[in-house]
Nanobody, 127 residues
Framework: QVQLVESGGGLVQPGGALGLSCAAS????????IGWFRQAPGKEREGVSC????????YYRDSVKGRFTISRDKAENTVNLHMNSLKPEDTAVYYC????????????????????WGKGTLVTVSS
């Protein structure tokens, strides 16, 4: 059974930093591209960042470039998202998601191509 379990969400002040972790079980990271998505209240779920697990190639949406860093730890079977210089507009539920490699790298930024989802972790950026 495949499980993606997010952790690390919470309340942070604007300009602060927060790290999220996605623990994967029941799948091999090399066979999937792992993405982080977010969904703010009243908005559609959007892709934030993605990592091609077998070679570490990364991708970020424009609004988080230079502030967020995605990484993976194959030994621990985890994918992490470190977020710096957080803004109130980063407030959302953040989801970890996996798309099979055969769908191509771009698939892990598309909600329609995701095979497995985590349950999400809430990030609130507020003073």
């Amino acid at each position: 059974q495949v499980q993606l379990v997010e952790s690390g969400g919470g309340l942070v002040q604007p300009g602060g930093a927060l790290g999220l972790s996605c623990a994967a079980s029941g799948l091999t990271l090399d066979d999937y591209n792992i993405g982080w998505f977010r969904q703010a209240p009243g908005k559609e779920r959007e892709g934030v960042s993605c990592i091609r697990s077998h070679d570490g190639t990364t991708y970020y949406r424009d609004s988080v470039k230079g502030r967020f860093t995605i990484s993976r730890d194959k030994a621990e079977n985890t994918v992490n998202l470190h977020m710096n210089s957080l803004k109130p507009e980063d407030t959302a539920v953040y989801y970890c998601a996996a798309a099979p490699r055969y769908k191509g790298f771009g698939a892990c930024m598309s909600v329609y191509a995701i095979t497995y989802w985590g349950k999400g972790t809430l990030v609130t950026v507020s003073s």
